[in-house]
């Protein structure tokens, strides 16, 4: 097996020196000059002047620059690279540089924008949504909002540059190693192939370490080409928190009309994401939120709008589900407020409208594979005794009898329940373009390397690979090793993101596989065997159109959540949570529960507790500070369970938590406290603030 790898924080070379970040003292306006004291010997500056190659980073759109040059475009931008053998006393110059901006008034809010703001736009229709909703009976409305959420990585961000003979070697936690290669070459003005990348410990990221990794990796290389010293750059983990990519904010309003039997004759969906100050995946989580904000059930007449909208905060960036979650927790809630309109059961009325086999998604992809959806249901509402305690709750609920908490009341109950998808792997307009390829060699003595750049967040992962090409090549799993997966020594196997490592990396492994067994017994020993990989081109923005299917493949998921609250402090306190997962072929039963109910805590902090925002443009330390996290020890009960498929390739499901907990949590807490909870996190404070501005805000 490879060697773990280390925390960048934990490496040290002779040498060594520091950098730190000179930043921006606003949120917009035009850069005038930056002030600096006299360094002395053996420190030094690199603003954008000065990067030989690129101000920019590699082969993404929207543009990300290295260092803000002509124009600062959020409070904290970085403007210059300071360096020094001494980290105190390089904070002390650094707090004595003065970076002098014109300021323009600064864009906070995303509700409202010109054109000149958007990072990406999508529009499209299908059939004649504004003839139905013309005739309709039946119309629901619906804005739902989701706030920011932060990574909090078990490490912060870092990066260390160097020298190797004539390489610039750059170690980082990063998702992608080709692309921190491709962008610190850009910036130096050098081959790709002068530049190595070699991964650090990574841990639980949930897709923050994808692109924004590679900003350091420029940081650090500039400077050790410039000082011809090995040079270390370590965020703080207040400076970590305020200006690293979070999870990006939404608004999504919804209308539907709805048919007698409740189904939906038309949907109309607008989505406004609020990007920061850009970020290159802005179309990719734009494109996701606006296939997802349709959901998985039946309509023919739709009109979808979708804006990714540039503010004056640091930018966003990718979260697990990359713009799913939101955009499902939208339609989720939407569904639960039909189902009530039409007095029916959530789980009722998701069973009868959702799609089938051979129905096509309001998205374009007509589904070839059986669909789930029945079977999850009813998985999840036999786990969760649903369908009686929503009976229940629903009782009390319209008798009226928790219109007011009371202690002698006792507390209040309710349920929700969800479904979902995960789709897997990028959509084609989007960021994953390339050719990537694992290789495997068989050695003379039997045993077999195999040299992919895949980075994981968990040994179980290479334990995974490991097991299926001993089975498939009838061979011990002791002889199977990974080469280091530094870029000089591995082919580019893509983004560690979005499941890939399960769907795409796995499948080239297991083909490897098959080749060198046919080979192994008519060649010489050793052989070596290359399978690639190429994201397919499915989906198409044609203009008002979207045509074909924008995943490769599909995963499938429903949950329950019970919750209660307090009558005294109302405090909501979640009694259970119950998830049914169709994967696929499970590879790990271990690690795939494991990955579940990590996710699940994820995101019912998201949901509950995890309540971030901008304040004039920054988050300010106290809020670092204050931001209050699902630890495990707090956790609530968790079961979860799979619709075995051996048949079935293996598919991803570490987001599916992210795009069905947070709706069933919030329909829950709208059963228990009798009111419509539309905006996320829903916390102890949000449901004070309900039951005391009393029926008036019911």
């Not at 979207?546 to 995943?551: A, E, K, V």
Request: hydrophobic fraction near 40%; charge should be neutral.
């Amino acid at each position: 097996m490879k060697e773990s790898p280390q925390f960048v924080d934990d490496l040290s070379v002779p040498g060594l020196l520091y950098a730190l970040l000179i930043r921006s003292p606003c949120s917009a306006g035009r850069l005038l000059d930056l002030e600096v004291p006299r360094l002395p010997h053996g420190y030094s500056i690199i603003k954008a002047g000065d990067i030989p190659g690129k101000n920019l980073l590699e082969g993404f759109s929207p543009t990300v620059p290295l260092l803000a040059q002509d124009r600062v475009t959020y409070r904290g931008e970085p403007v210059a690279v300071l360096l020094g053998p001494d980290l105190t006393k390089l904070q002390q110059y650094a707090d004595a540089c003065v970076v002098n901006v014109q300021e323009e008034p600064p864009q906070f809010s995303c509700e409202k924008f010109s054109s000149d703001r958007l990072a990406a736009k999508r529009a499209f229709t299908i059939g004649d949504p504004d003839g139905v909703f013309e005739k309709a009976t039946l119309i629901v409305e619906g804005t739902y909002r989701t706030g920011l959420q932060e990574h909090w990585y078990p490490e912060p961000h870092g990066a260390l540059a160097t020298f190797s003979y004539d390489k610039m070697v750059v170690t980082l936690g990063t998702q992608w190693p080709f692309q921190v290669r491709r962008s610190v070459a850009a910036a130096l003005g050098v081959s790709p192939e002068d530049v190595v990348v070699r991964p650090a410990e990574l841990g639980i990221n949930f897709d923050g370490k994808l692109w924004f990794p590679a900003l350091l990796g420029c940081y650090v290389a500039l400077g050790a080409l410039f000082t011809k010293h090995s040079v270390k750059m370590m965020f703080t983990r207040d400076e970590d928190f305020r200006f690293s990519p979070k999870r990006n904010g939404s608004r999504i309003s919804i209308k539907t009309a709805i048919g007698k039997n409740g189904e939906i004759e038309a949907i109309e969906t607008r989505t406004i994401l609020d990007m920061g100050a850009g970020g290159p995946f802005a179309e990719e989580i734009l494109d996701r939120s606006c296939v997802g904000s349709l959901g998985l059930y039946r309509c023919e007449n739709l009109r979808v709008e979708g804006f990714a909208v540039r503010t004056n905060t640091p930018p966003s960036g990718p979260f697990a589900g990359l713009g799913l979650s939101q955009s499902f927790f939208a339609i989720e809630r939407h569904a639960s407020r039909i189902a009530q309109k039409m007095s029916v059961d959530g789980g009722v009325w998701r069973q009868e409208q959702s799609v089938k086999k051979g129905d096509r998604l309001p998205s374009g992809a007509i589904l070839k594979d059986p669909v789930p959806v029945q079977e999850l249901l009813e998985t999840v509402e036999a786990m969760s005794d649903y369908r009686r305690k929503w009976s229940s709750y629903e009782l009390l609920r319209s008798g009226g009898e928790n219109k007011r908490l009371s202690p002698k009341r006792g507390p209040l109950r309710g349920i929700g329940i969800s479904i979902a998808f995960q789709g897997n792997g990028f959509i084609s307009n989007g960021s994953d373009r390339g050719n990537y390829s694992v290789e495997l060699t068989m050695e003379k003595d039997g045993k077999l390397e195999i040299r992919t750049s895949a980075v994981v967040s968990s040994p179980e992962t290479l334990r995974i690979w490991a097991r299926s090409a001993a089975e498939l090549l009838g061979i011990d799993e002791e002889g199977v090793n990974f080469a280091q997966n530094r870029t000089d020594s591995v082919p580019d196997s893509g983004p560690s993101s979005l499941s890939r490592n399960i769907t795409v990396i796995t499948k080239l492994i297991e083909r490897s596989c098959v080749e060198l067994r046919k080979l192994r017994f008519r060649e010489p020993l050793p052989i070596t065997v290359r399978r690639a990989y190429r994201a397919p081109k499915t989906t198409v923005w044609n203009g008002t159109v979207l045509d074909g299917s924008p995943f490769s493949k599909l995963s499938w998921g429903a949950s329950v959540v019970e919750v209660e609250i307090d009558p005294i402090d109302f405090n909501p306190l979640i009694r259970g949570v119950w998830l049914v997962v169709d994967g696929g072929r499970i590879l790990s039963d271990k690690k795939a529960r494991s990955s579940l109910k990590i996710a699940t805590l994820h995101a019912l902090g998201w949901a509950s507790r995890e309540s971030l925002a901008y304040s004039n443009g920054v988050i300010s330390s106290m809020d670092v500070l204050s931001y209050d996290f699902l630890s495990l020890q707090s956790a609530p009960p968790i079961a979860i369970d799979f619709s075995w498929n051996d048949s079935s390739v293996p598919k991803g499901i570490g987001e599916l938590p992210f795009a069905c907990v947070p709706a069933a949590y919030a329909q829950a807490l709208s059963q228990a406290a009798d009111f419509s909870f539309d905006t996320l996190p829903i916390t102890m404070r949000s449901i004070r603030d309900v039951f005391a501005g009393e029926d008036k805000h019911r």
